[in-house]
């Protein structure tokens, strides 16, 4: 019960020690404001800032932006990694590209898919779709590949048919792998709608950031990124959430659930 | 083609056994070579065996014999390179293809329980129901009677992971008689399990092999638990795979724990280990 309750303890505990020693720190060393704010002055322009409805449409592209990248990731990612993960020569013949793919530092396109598709929602999808990719289908390819040669053998011996194999076995044993590729895959798809909001485009928090910046308001850029912090936070709780209602008998959720064990 | 061949020269030699015949298990000169690029290996070499309905047969020999491929190929996961089998009077393979009408017969128990951790053991010793498509009732009845038979009574809502290695053995066993077979193959099964606990499931496996009446082809490398469990011991040879000897087991069933301090027992096994060594030399 006491291990239960420790993080609800401790997780506030540390971040008000953090706000505190931060609140301190600027008044020892005396800073200026504009440069780091005190932490009552974050506080006020954040309540000021979720009080505009402006920030609220931003907000909304943005979630919009990313959930759509995720959602296209997810569908490609765990139908690329499906086949390759199935289909061994296939996978052999396209590993330099998809090596040479993960390599290419991919936010540096972000300028090209302004070119081709506007400063408008497209570009942004597209970039967080891309960022959050690799992570599911590496993670769904080598679910597939990870079916236990034992269990198979159960299944062939009750002269299982393919579909009932697959419902049975195959679907079950890789989502675990596909919910870790996931929960990787949604914070990579934030920081890919924020990196095409902060380059081009006039709309989301990415761009609200930039504009606090210009603005030199830097309680307002404290206040936009407590705010990203936040849609971050709500995705990757959707997704985990997701994960304890599909796979609650895999060990990532269990152990999470009782620690006493 | 040369599978046939064999398969035909193996057939002009003996007689095709009636399907009437009492035997449930029929091995006739069966054998299995692995071809691969690099090596050709003969893994088991003219098994002929023939096994009676009701009966528990253990098969012994050093790790390498062949004895796990004998059992694989018995239950349908391998195909022999020569020889037939015959279930029942039904031959188990055509060729390199296995008829699963005769393989949904046999109940299979590996060295790892290979249980399913999405489903609860109720869920998993009523999978094979499943995949046939019995009704939802029918299938927790039978998953009921069966947690009880193998000593689960309580645990049917528990999964897995929540279950020590000889209990998950337990659902695994149960799971294999689900659709009450007419063959019950075990590869091992105690294998991985602490003396004490192996013991006491080679207790609890003859009480349920007494229950079920099911006959039984028990792979194992101990050969206390080879004897303590069989009706006949088949000593396996490697390299390749021939059987050297099979030994009557005469003891009264049901065999207590205790029978292993009889000399008669003791004599045995003693036997059996010499002629396991011997192949050493």
Known sequence: MARKLLPWLSTPLILVAFVVLWDVFVRVNDIDELVLPRPLTVWHSLVEVVQKPATWEHARITGT?????????????????????????????????????????????????????????????????????????????????????????????????????????????????????????IVFAIIGTIVGEYLGGNEGLGYLVVRTLNDLDAPALFAVIILLSALGLLLYFIVNGLKRFFIPWHESVYSQLDVNR | ??????????????????????????????????????????????????????????????????????????????????????????????????????????????????????????????????????????????????????????????????????????????????????????????????????ERMNVELQRIRLATNATVVFVTHDITEAVFLGDRVVHLTPRPGRIRQIRSIGFERPRGIDVQTEPEFGAIVRELRHALQDEED
Not at chain 1, 76 to 98: F, H, Q, T
Not at chain 2, 83 to 106: A, C, F, M
Not at chain 2, 170 to 191: N, Q, S, T
């Open chain 1, 65 to 185: 932006e990313t959930v759509g990248g995720f959602l296209i990731a997810l569908a490609c990612g765990v139908a690329v990694g499906v086949v390759l993960g199935k289909v061994r020569w296939m996978e052999r013949g396209l590993r330099p590209l998809i090596v040479a793919s993960q390599v290419v530092p991919k936010v540096a396109l972000v300028p090209l898919f302004v070119i081709w598709f506007g400063f408008g929602m497209t570009s942004k999808v597209i970039m967080s779709a891309m960022l959050a990719f690799f992570p599911i289908m590496l993670n769904v390819q080598l679910g597939v590949r990870s079916v236990e040669a034992g269990q198979r053998d159960v299944m062939r011996s009750l002269d299982a048919s393919r579909w009932q194999t697959f419902k049975h076995l195959e679907l079950k044993s890789t989502m675990p792998y596909a919910f870790a590729g996931m929960e990787v895959g």
């Open chain 2, 1 to 198: 083609m040369s599978t046939r061949d064999t398969l035909a020269s193996v057939l002009g030699v003996r007689d095709l056994p009636l399907p009437a015949s009492a035997a449930k298990l029929e091995l006739i000169g069966v054998g299995k070579e692995f071809r691969t690029k690099r090596a050709h290996t003969h893994a088991l070499s003219d098994i002929s065996l023939t096994i009676d309905d009701g009966e528990f047969v253990s098969v012994i020999g050093q790790s390498g014999c062949g004895k796990t491929t004998l059992l694989r190929m018995l239950a349908g996961l391998l195909s022999p390179s020569a020889g037939q089998i015959l279930v029942e009077g039904r031959s188990l393979w055509q060729g390199s293809t296995v008829d699963s009408s005769v393989v949904s017969q046999l109940g299979v128990v590996f060295q790892e329980a290979n249980l399913f951790p999405w489903y609860s053991v109720a869920e998993n010793i009523a999978l094979p129901l499943r995949l046939r498509g019995d009704s939802k009732r029918d299938r927790q009845d039978r998953a009921r009677e069966l947690a009880e038979l193998v000593g689960l009574t309580g645990f049917e809502k528990s999964y897995p992971r929540e279950l020590s290695g000889g209990m998950r053995q337990r659902v695994a066993i149960a799971r294999a008689l689900a659709i009450r077979p007419k063959l019950l193959l075990m590869d091992e099964p105690f294998g991985a399990l602490d003396a004490l606990t192996r």
